[in-house]
């Protein structure tokens, strides 16, 4: 069977739109990877893998993306918390709070970062606190995976909001109705659901952590071996006019994010494919 | 299991829902709740199923108030009219679901669960679906699915909310003579909520006919149809000609028409409305003469099935005549628009105003 790009529609342009969509990703997204990919295949292979394999790099991939991964599962919960709260109750101030939730889109990371140190310090607001219990949060990984949490907290909750508002209440009814209990409705009506959406806000909220700078890099307080991100060596490759080590590293983070991206996709794509399949 | 509604009374806001409804449903019968949207109708199917709470009155099934038992623990089957189904589980997923969630003392064995939603997807005809997804199959197969899922848990009563309110009219058709068969087959107590005077009156044993919160009549469908409490029943129980006049002694005077009004002997010159069915008029071409003879010019004349549907324009009044003529009868070959002819009430209901 020949393969068919060419479908007939009532609004035409297929041609058009395929070709504008074509050259603007490549503008804007191969190019770049393209350069850099092409920039660190100039370098020696022997330079290009003492540099990625070096033990401070790999630590920093290790807190980079272990701590993504954990900031974007806090996400995962609390994310889906807050959307179900927004969409159900009404409240006074709900709309106040449905805007809120985009402040860390909307703010500078670095005053993020600022504000964050000033709040979990060992003599800041809440560090005080907390220092008091033995933990510490300002310059540990932990402040890492804070900061990364907090970054990522809109993605999950606008992914899951609309998906929440047009599921039909009858469906938990006839749960109930059935005789589950609030908990048996919840984790096999309710979840498969959202778990499209859920999986999506996912996705997005780790790969924005992986690549986030400004807001970590004053929370870390980036120690070799331990509190140092990879974006921050690459950064600091970078004032050293090592540019082609930057790059290297740079290359290795594409490769592992893009992997990583592309696993999650497929999990999602199987995950709403086995109620629609013909 | 019977049905007690004592008294009950839902308000949203300022509206009335279900306004001082009391209503007694016998074990085993098929209820229709009838009525225009906003009567009350799917409020009070949700009160009897426990989704929704009364503030006021009780329910009783089988004379055991239920009133305050948790929706989940009131043994009901509940059928929605966009089904409801959960499109991530198969169809036999879908059945066995009220088997599956039973807690584990009284959960039936895979084996049993097995066997019992296979016994209910042949009951429904669709065994042949149990390893679809919902979204594959049609909207009447969707809805014997969800009815299916509903008597998985063998409900006591089972409530249906507009069952075949999305789908097409001939689904629609089938659909309702399969679940008067059904309903024979099982004799679960089981109310439905319809629109639908034709399917009311069809499928039901009983018709409960509401309106503004408020129950207007309830009957056997024969009693609601040939024997209406009072004009808003006959309205909607089917296609009306109206006319006013004024009653008196017995006869009601429309323009220079009088209809008998035996029932209003008593009552000397009060308004009236009088009311007559579109099957109950005959149309004759010759000139007759008679107390209730409306002379009248065809309009229009089309085809309904075994009748002809004319609309006539008369003296009376400004609103068409509605006259349905079965299509065997000599004078349906002849009828043309324009044409004069002579129709004659065979049955007339006047109601004081």
Redo the contacts between chains.
């Keep these: 069977m020949a393969f068919r790009f060419r479908q007939h529609s009532v609004l035409p342009g297929f041609g058009l739109t395929l070709g504008f969509t074509v050259f603007y990703l490549s503008l804007l997204l191969l190019l770049p990877v393209a350069a850099l990919l092409f920039y660190t295949l100039q370098m020696p292979w022997v330079d290009f893998w003492a540099t990625v394999s070096h033990p401070q790099v790999v630590e920093s991939y290790k807190l980079s993306f272990g701590a993504s991964l954990i900031g974007a599962l806090i996400n995962l919960v609390f994310g889906a918390l807050v959307a179900w709260v927004l969409v159900r109750y009404e409240f006074p101030g709900r709309r106040v709070v449905d805007a809120l939730v985009d402040l860390p889109f909307a703010m500078p990371t670095a005053v993020a970062g600022i504000a964050l140190v000033t709040l979990y310090a060992s003599t800041g607001w809440i560090g005080q606190y907390i220092d008091a219990f033995g933990v510490r949060i300002a310059y540990t990984q932990l402040g890492v995976i804070v900061a990364l949490t907090y970054i990522g907290l809109p993605f999950v909750v606008r992914t899951v909001q609309p998906v929440l508002r047009d599921m039909?209440p009858?469906?938990e009814?006839?749960?109930?109705?059935?005789?589950?209990?609030r908990f048996?409705t919840l984790r096999?009506?309710v979840l498969?659901?959202l778990?499209p959406a859920l999986l999506t806000g996912f996705a997005m909220a780790f790969a924005r952590a992986v690549g986030e700078y400004g807001s970590v890099v004053f929370i870390s307080g980036n120690i070799p071996y331990t509190t140092e991100i990879t974006p921050l060596l690459i950064v600091a490759k970078a004032e050293q006019y090592d540019y082609r080590g930057a790059a290297a590293i740079g290359t290795v983070m594409l490769v592992a994010a893009f992997a990583l991206l592309l696993m999650i996709n497929a999990l999602q794509w199987w995950s709403t494919r086995?109620?629609?399949?013909? | 299991m019977s049905i007690e509604i004592d008294n009950v009374s839902r308000r949203f806001g300022d509206f009335a829902a279900v306004d001082n409804v009391s209503l007694s449903l016998p074990q085993g019968e098929l209820t229709a709740l009838l009525g225009p949207s906003g009567s009350g109708k799917t409020t009070l199917l949700r009160i009897i199923?426990?989704?929704e709470r009364p503030d006021h009155g009780t329910v009783k099934f089988h004379g055991e108030d239920t009133t305050d038992v948790h929706?989940?623990?009131?043994g009901?089957?509940?059928v929605?009219q966009?089904y409801?189904l959960?499109?991530?589980?198969t169809v036999f997923e879908n059945v066995a679901?009220?088997l599956k969630?039973?807690p584990r003392r009284v959960r039936p064995n895979q084996a049993e669960i097995h066997r019992r939603v296979k016994k209910l997807l042949e009951l429904v005809q669709l065994d042949w679906t149990a390893h679809r997804?919902p979204?594959?199959l049609s909207g009447g197969q969707r809805q014997r699915i969800a009815l299916a899922?509903?008597l998985?848990?063998e409900p006591k009563v089972l409530l249906l909310d507009e069952p075949f309110g999305a789908l097409d009219a001939k689904v629609r058709a089938e659909l309702r003579r399969w679940l008067r068969r059904l309903h024979d087959e099982i004799h679960v107590t089981s109310v439905f909520v319809t629109h639908d005077q034709e399917e009311a009156l069809e499928v039901s044993d009983r018709v409960v006919v509401m309106n503004h919160g408020r129950v207007e009549q309830e009957g056997s469908p024969r009693e609601v149809y040939d024997h209406p409490a009072n004009p808003f029943v006959y309205g909607f129980l089917g296609q009306v000609n109206l006319f006013r006049g004024r009653v008196s002694g017995g006869w009601a005077e429309i323009g220079g028409v009088r209809l008998p009004a035996p029932e209003h002997r008593d009552v000397s010159d009060a308004g009236a409305v009088a009311y007559i069915r579109p099957h109950d008029i005959e149309l004759v071409e010759e000139e007759i003469t008679g107390e209730g003879v409306i002379r009248a010019v065809v309009e229009t004349v089309s085809i309904a099935g075994a009748v002809l549907r004319v609309e006539l324009r008369h003296g009376l009044g400004d609103d068409l005549l509605h006259v349905e003529v079965p299509r065997d009868q000599p004078v349906a070959q002849t009828l043309q628009a324009g044409q004069v002819v002579y129709a004659r009430p065979k049955q007339s209901r006047v109601f004081l105003q």
């Design positions: 039909a009858e469906l009814e006839a749960s109930a109705i059935m005789g589950a209990s048996t096999r009506v498969p659901t778990l086995r109620h629609t399949q013909r | 199923a426990g989704l929706v989940s623990d009131r009901v089957g509940f929605f966009h409801a959960f499109k991530h589980m679901y009220g969630v039973k997804y979204s594959q899922r509903a998985a848990v």
